[in-house]
Protein backbone atom coordinates (compact mmCIF):
# COMPACT_ATOMS: atom_id res chain seq x y z
CA UNK A 1 0.00 0.00 0.00
CA UNK A 2 1.22 3.44 -0.90
CA UNK A 3 0.75 6.58 0.90
CA UNK A 4 1.08 9.97 -0.12
CA UNK A 5 2.62 12.87 1.46
CA UNK A 6 -0.25 14.83 1.63
CA UNK A 7 -2.48 11.54 3.04
CA UNK A 8 0.32 11.63 6.08
CA UNK A 9 0.37 14.83 6.48
CA UNK A 10 -3.52 15.08 7.19
CA UNK A 11 -2.64 11.31 9.07
CA UNK A 12 -0.64 12.57 11.70
CA UNK A 13 -2.57 16.03 12.21
CA UNK A 14 -5.56 13.99 12.96
CA UNK A 15 -3.27 12.07 15.14
CA UNK A 16 -1.97 14.87 17.24
CA UNK A 17 -4.89 17.26 16.89
CA UNK A 18 -7.97 15.13 18.32
CA UNK A 19 -10.63 14.45 15.74
CA UNK A 20 -10.17 17.36 13.17
CA UNK A 21 -13.43 18.40 13.78
CA UNK A 22 -12.71 21.88 13.59
CA UNK A 23 -11.73 25.22 11.13
CA UNK A 24 -8.25 26.25 11.67
CA UNK A 25 -9.43 25.95 15.75
CA UNK A 26 -12.36 28.72 15.19
CA UNK A 27 -15.30 26.97 13.86
CA UNK A 28 -16.95 23.98 13.82
CA UNK A 29 -16.76 21.80 10.38
CA UNK A 30 -20.36 20.43 11.36
CA UNK A 31 -19.95 18.40 7.84
CA UNK A 32 -16.66 16.43 9.29
CA UNK A 33 -18.75 15.21 12.47
CA UNK A 34 -21.61 12.53 12.02
CA UNK A 35 -24.20 12.93 14.70
CA UNK A 36 -23.31 9.77 15.99
CA UNK A 37 -19.79 10.81 16.53
CA UNK A 38 -21.21 14.18 18.02
CA UNK A 39 -23.35 11.64 20.26
CA UNK A 40 -19.78 9.82 21.47
CA UNK A 41 -18.06 12.54 22.47
CA UNK A 42 -21.01 13.82 24.40
CA UNK A 43 -21.44 11.02 26.07
CA UNK A 44 -17.61 10.61 26.90
CA UNK A 45 -18.51 14.65 28.50
CA UNK A 46 -21.64 13.37 30.76
CA UNK A 47 -19.58 10.77 32.22
CA UNK A 48 -17.47 13.13 34.09
CA UNK A 49 -21.51 14.76 34.55
CA UNK A 50 -21.60 17.59 32.12
CA UNK A 51 -24.80 19.07 31.82
CA UNK A 52 -25.76 20.12 27.17
CA UNK A 53 -28.38 22.27 29.37
CA UNK A 54 -25.57 24.96 30.68
CA UNK A 55 -22.80 27.03 28.76
CA UNK A 56 -19.35 24.65 28.36
CA UNK A 57 -18.08 28.02 30.55
CA UNK A 58 -19.59 27.08 33.59
CA UNK A 59 -17.19 25.69 36.16
CA UNK A 60 -18.78 22.68 36.45
CA UNK A 61 -18.93 22.00 32.61
CA UNK A 62 -15.56 22.88 32.79
CA UNK A 63 -14.22 20.54 35.00
CA UNK A 64 -16.17 17.97 33.04
CA UNK A 65 -14.42 18.85 30.07
CA UNK A 66 -10.97 18.37 31.56
CA UNK A 67 -11.26 15.06 33.07
CA UNK A 68 -12.87 13.49 29.60
CA UNK A 69 -10.07 14.88 28.21
CA UNK A 70 -7.50 13.76 30.65
CA UNK A 71 -9.80 10.27 30.55
CA UNK A 72 -9.11 9.94 26.94
CA UNK A 73 -6.21 11.18 26.05
CA UNK A 74 -5.29 12.08 22.53
CA UNK A 75 -8.74 11.31 21.53
CA UNK A 76 -10.50 14.68 21.58
CA UNK A 77 -9.34 17.96 21.86
CA UNK A 78 -11.24 21.02 23.65
CA UNK A 79 -12.00 22.35 20.25
CA UNK A 80 -14.12 18.77 19.50
CA UNK A 81 -16.00 18.78 22.81
CA UNK A 82 -17.35 22.40 21.38
CA UNK A 83 -17.91 21.52 18.07
CA UNK A 84 -19.73 17.88 19.18
CA UNK A 85 -21.80 20.37 21.67
CA UNK A 86 -22.78 22.78 18.80
CA UNK A 87 -23.55 20.10 16.71
CA UNK A 88 -25.82 18.29 19.24
CA UNK A 89 -27.39 21.84 20.94
CA UNK A 90 -28.21 22.05 16.62
CA UNK A 91 -25.65 25.22 15.71
CA UNK A 92 -22.97 23.44 14.19
CA UNK A 93 -21.03 25.58 11.16
Given at each position: ?K???????????????????????????????????????????????????????????????????????????Y???R???????????
Amino acid sequence: MKITRRQLRKIIKEATAGKGWMFDGERCNSHNISQDEAYEAIAALQEFNYELGLPPTVDSNNIAIDDALAAYPGEYTYEDFRCAISVVQGRGG
